[in-house]
């Protein structure tokens, strides 16, 4: 299987730690957050993965070459002269992953104990276009499914936005965990050209594809958007288990 790993964003919300270094080589108790989710992936046992590079993106190249691995290859997207935001750096990166395997995409701010073999096995199971790792927690934005876990909207609960894409009785809201699988045919279906987010792609698709949503219920899952939630998901990691933590990655 193929990955992507976003790791170009700006990391506005992480000032002052960003002020120097991009979000991707902040350290979560020793480790960057891009080593982790390189050693999650080698130990999912993907075959290649691309991280794209933006922000401070000599320094993001230089913790992937000091990364060694003989089990997996890791290209780079460079995105040095625009920031492409998710759908606009996967379309960017097609011509780097192997043809015709799926791929995993993965925030690099994303730090979880959720099971990715599980994950796989669950996608190639059902063959849809793409899955979604969700789960039940305190959001303004969810996604919303129907009863079969198919994705049928979104809204915010802030604004009071909302997007329906397929109707249904009764809607059942997740928050998103900034992980999901997609088939290569996705490519075809992309109308889309430069700099996009990827759930517009999504919520556009659903109306005539089905996007199947995976629950991720009792995992740790950590979103490092802020210093506050840094210092939380520090907190929370040293009172885990050594064995726990080792489901980091």
């Known amino acids: 299987m193929n990955a992507m790993l976003f790791a170009a964003g700006l990391g506005t919300r992480l000032k002052p730690l960003t002020n120097n270094k991009p979000k991707a080589l902040i350290e979560v ?3 960057t957050m891009l080593k982790m989710a390189l050693l999650k992936m080698e130990n999912a046992g993907i075959s290649k993965v691309v991280v794209n590079v933006h922000h401070f993106s000599d320094l993001v190249i230089e913790e992937i070459n000091r990364f060694r691995s003989d089990r997996m290859e890791i ?3 460079d995105e040095s002269e625009q920031l492409l935001d998710t ?7 097609r011509p780097l992953f192997d043809n015709e395997n799926p791929m995993l995409l993965y925030n690099v701010d994303i730090v979880t104990t959720a099971n990715l073999k599980k994950f796989i096995s669950f996608h190639q199971s ?3 276009l793409a899955s979604l790792m969700v789960k039940q927690r305190h959001t303004t934005r969810h996604l919303l499914f129907n009863e079969h876990m198919e994705l049928a909207g979104w809204e915010n609960l802030n604004t009071g936005d909302k997007i329906i894409t397929k109707e249904t009785s009764r809607y059942n809201a997740f928050g998103f965990q900034g992980i999901h699988i997609v088939e290569p045919r996705i490519f075809d279906l992309i109308l889309e050209t430069g700099k996009f987010p990827i759930m517009e792609l999504y919520l556009r698709l659903a109306r005539n594809h089905t996007f199947r949503g995976y629950e991720s219920q009792h995992d740790l899952w950590f979103d490092i958007g802020t210093p ?9 990691i040293e009172q885990m288990s050594e064995d726990d933590k080792k489901l980091l990655y």
Do not use: I
């Open 228 to 236: 506050e939630k840094l210092e939380t998901t520090k907190k929370a």
């Open 126 to 128: 059902h063959g849809e």
């Open 29 to 31: 108790n020793g480790m």
């Open 87 to 93: 759908g606009g750096g996967l379309l960017k990166a």
């Open 75 to 77: 290209v780079v997207s």
